[in-house]
């Protein structure tokens, strides 16, 4: 089955830096997209950085300038450096990938089971 194990997280103080990565198994040999959302204690999960294998992103507003996503080379791999943090993106985040466009058949969409990120001095 598939797999999509996070690392990286941990504590930061602000203005720090942290890389998160995704590493993806299984059987499906690449994935359409993957990103990352995060969710906060007492607020809803949010898309934070989303990458389609074309190479094109998407960012939420509040890490535009600060976080940038990437894939390596195999496509079952993504990387989020998070630069200049602030206290408001301590969040627990998780990886998240997909096979095919939404409203697709047979779209499969896979979570990792998320990493802490605390910025706080």
């Known amino acids: 089955q598939v797999q999509l194990v996070e690392s990286g997280g941990g504590l930061v103080q602000p203005g720090g830096s942290l890389r998160l990565s995704c590493a993806a198994s299984?059987?499906?040999?690449?994935?359409?997209?993957m990103g990352w959302y995060r969710q906060a204690p007492g607020k809803e999960r949010e898309l934070v950085a989303r990458?389609?294998?074309?190479?094109?992103?998407n960012y939420a507003d509040s890490v535009k300038g600060r976080f940038t996503i990437s894939r390596g080379n195999d496509k079952n791999t993504v990387y989020l450096q998070m630069n200049s943090l602030k206290s408001e993106d301590t969040a627990v985040y998780y990886c998240?990938?997909?096979?095919?466009?939404?409203?697709?058949?047979?779209?499969?969409?896979?979570w990792g089971q998320g990493t802490q990120v605390t910025v706080s001095s």
């Open positions: 990458i389609f294998s074309g190479g094109s992103a």
């Open positions: 998240n990938a997909d096979d095919r466009p939404t409203g697709w058949g047979n779209r499969r969409e896979y």
């Open positions: 299984g059987i499906i040999s690449s994935f359409y997209t």
